[in-house]
């Protein structure tokens, strides 16, 4: 039996009764940083649990061989990140694809994630969202990425250190001049903060943030720019909205539910009339 135990990402009291007491009865707890993990166990009265580290090193025989334990004793396992929801940009994931290939149940523990915490909270729209984790650092491969994104119409969530920061916006300025940018810090804890910017507004925000370290977590919905000027954006939304006609859609729904897709209001309309007549 293996759970998947998501931890606070700053706020303790985040955690979840069914957590702690999902952390306080099994056999195993791998966690990515044991330290880390112990000084969460300690703060909520749990001693005496076996701890096992997982991390990218070596990690593919460390699962294969954990999770023969599992199978061969019986025993219960509980995976941990050093905060949030595991195997979300984190190695733990062939702990668990280890865990399905032998048939061994795999249960979710939800709670605490920096990602839908900044979705939830970015006032952007969600209904499509690309998590990219961490960027890359080097910057024909980060042009690269984020000229990517004008393919995928969504919006983008990401991590990214704050000596990077301003670069990374720059480039993702470079190509969407019309971008909408959330910006999350310490997120759940005491100095949280969370700004909603205009891309041309970021580099003031940056400015007056001179002194912050560490990473923050970014949201970026490339806007009208972001679409394709070769009628690509028209053909995709007629094609898309056919099918939505096709199973009861109403113009009104489509209307709102495509008008992000940085088509005008009237070119939009012209197309939904069109996908509607050729239903």
């Known amino acids: 039996m293996m759970y998947i135990v998501a931890t606070p990402i700053g706020h303790l009291e985040d955690m979840t009764p069914r957590a702690r007491q999902i952390l306080a009865s099994v056999d195993i707890i791998a966690a990515e940083d044991t330290r880390q993990t112990r000084k969460l166990l300690t703060h909520f009265g749990i001693h005496g649990k076996r701890l096992v580290s997982y991390h990218n090193h070596g990690e593919a025989e460390r699962a294969r061989a954990l999770v023969a334990e599992l199978v061969e004793t019986g025993k219960s396992l509980a995976l941990v990140t050093d905060a949030g929801t595991p195997c ?30 900044l979705v939830s909270a970015s006032g952007l729209p969600s209904d499509r969202v690309l998590f990219i984790g961490f960027l890359p650092t080097r910057v024909g491969a980060l042009e690269e990425e984020i000229a990517s994104w004008r393919s ?34 310490e997120l759940t804890k005491l100095y949280e903060e969370i700004v909603n910017l205009e891309i041309d507004q970021v580099n003031d925000w940056i400015a007056g943030h001179a002194t912050l370290k560490g990473e923050v977590s970014v949201m970026v919905h490339p806007g009208a720019s972001a679409e394709p000027d070769d009628g690509t954006a028209l053909v995709d939304v007629e094609s898309a909205a056919r099918r939505e006609f096709a199973k009861g859609a109403t113009l009104k729904d489509l209307m709102r539910k495509y008008q992000d897709s940085g088509l005008k209001r009237s070119e939009l309309y012209q197309t939904l009339l069109r996908a509607k007549n050729d239903d």
Request: net charge positive; charged share 20%; aromatic share 6%.
């Open 152 to 185: 995928m119409r969504a919006a983008v969530v990401f991590f990214e250190s704050t000596r990077r920061l301003a670069r990374t916006l720059a480039a993702v300025r470079a190509v969407y001049p019309q971008a909408r940018v959330v910006i999350g810090r």
């Open 88 to 117: 979300i940009s984190d190695p733990g994931y062939r702990i668990v694809a280890e865990a399905h290939a032998a048939g061994l149940k795999v249960h979710p523990i939800p709670g605490a994630s920096a990602l839908t915490a």
